[in-house]
């Protein structure tokens, strides 16, 4: 049996072949049990990313009895037959496996890019007109599109996801493209995802909203030293077994109060997952935020068991941050708030600081 099907992104040509006949894959999400999984699995992605905009990925079986049982509540209850139930959970268990391939391949383009080279896609044709700053952001003045997507010289390209989940700076991007003022906004693009025009499948809307309340703002403004928290996420929630904790603090200095912001990853996750993280600087006299920028930190396995040991408030430069976005200019509070809380999306305890409220419609 063949099993072919298409996803977004491109890469460079890999196969990568598994002997894994017989060998029982642990829990990956709520209710999944146990799983059988083909002898033979091939991953090829196709070569030429600058042309091409999808990779199929086939699934080979022989002669082989393979049963999976995922999600008891959603297979078991559709109305197919077991020829057709096993065929969707296969389609599953390849789909969670490429994703954990492309996230891993993703992390370490990141985490090896150095200073003085481009990385991908900025040697793109298209973008040879433009040039990134030294945190390899372009402006997004540059770029039309909506949701995650930027067109520019009939190509459509990605941002740099936050987490490994492809739609996590949706609701970001919707209150940065929404800022009218006069400063910068600029974006780090993916490395990954870069198709032509008319080739893209078209861009998806999520139906939730995401914003924060302002917070006590006489407070914050008078603060004279370090006001800082931590939270650790909820014993048995999805957070929990990817973040280790939450870091935040206001700090007043020269220039303004300061405020960072970062959710620390799992040592088992930091390979795949950076940590998120927020600086801003905020100008008490005007009431007003005049930077703001959001990236992950990359930790290797020293850094992250040191910062585990530490607040972000005194973890100094462990790890290695790649920025996502950067607003320099006036950004008013409640603006800021939404696009805080938007940018840590699923965090539970930064919606709750900020008072923050979702809807789903």
């Known amino acids: 049996m063949n099993i072919w099907f298409h996803l977004p992104v491109n890469q460079t040509f890999i196969k990568r072949e598994e002997e894994t006949c017989g060998k029982i894959i642990s829990s990956r999400r709520k209710n999944a049990k146990k799983a059988l ?32 049982h995922f999600q008891e509540l959603r297979i078991d209850a559709w109305p197919i037959d077991e020829s057709q139930k096993r065929k969707m959970a296969l389609l599953e268990l390849a789909t969670c496996e490429i994703s954990l391939e492309i996230d891993r391949l993703r992390f370490e383009i990141l985490k090896n890019t150095s200073e003085d080279q481009l990385p991908k896609p900025y040697l793109h044709c298209a973008l040879e007109d ?84 302002p917070l006590d703002w006489n407070e914050i403004e008078d603060i004279q030293d370090d006001r800082h928290c931590q939270w650790m996420p909820d014993p048995g929630t999805i957070s929990s077994s990817k973040v280790k904790f939450t870091d935040l603090v206001w700090s007043p200095r020269h220039d303004g109060i300061h405020f960072v912001c970062e959710e620390v990853p799992q040592i088992k996750t930091h390979k795949s997952r950076g940590g998120r993280y927020l600086h801003s600087i905020y100008n008490p006299k005007k009431k007003v935020f005049y930077h703001t920028d959001g990236a992950i930190r990359i930790y290797d396995d020293n850094d992250i068991t040191l910062r585990h040991e530490s607040h972000v408030r005194n973890a100094g430069k462990i790890g290695k941050r790649i920025k996502i976005f950067k607003i320099d200019g006036e950004l008013e509070r409640n603006k800021w708030c939404d696009i805080v809380s938007s940018f840590f999306v699923w965090n539970e305890d930064v919606k709750t600081y900020f008072g923050g409220k979702k809807q789903s419609v």
């Not at 992605?45 to 042309?51: E, F, G, L, Q, S």
């Not at 039309?144 to 991007?173: E, H, K, Q």
């Not at 032509?196 to 499948?201: A, R, T």
Request: glycine content about 6%.
């Open 37 to 68: 999984i083909p002898k033979s699995v091939n991953v090829c992605y196709p070569a030429k990313a600058d042309i091409q905009s999808l990779f199929l990925v086939s699934i080979k079986m022989s002669g082989l009895s393979c049963w999976y």
């Open 130 to 213: 433009l040039t990134p700053d030294s945190d390899f952001l372009l402006n997004l003045v540059h770029f039309s599109g909506r949701g995650c997507d930027f067109f520019y010289n009939d190509t459509a390209f990605y941002i740099l996801p936050s987490v490994p989940s492809i739609n996590s700076m949706y609701w970001c991007l919707q209150h940065l493209r929404s800022i009218q003022f006069d400063g910068e906004i600029k974006i780090r693009l993916d490395p990954l995802i870069y198709m032509p025009i008319d080739e893209f499948l078209g861009s998806r809307s999520y139906a939730m909203f995401v914003y924060g309340v």
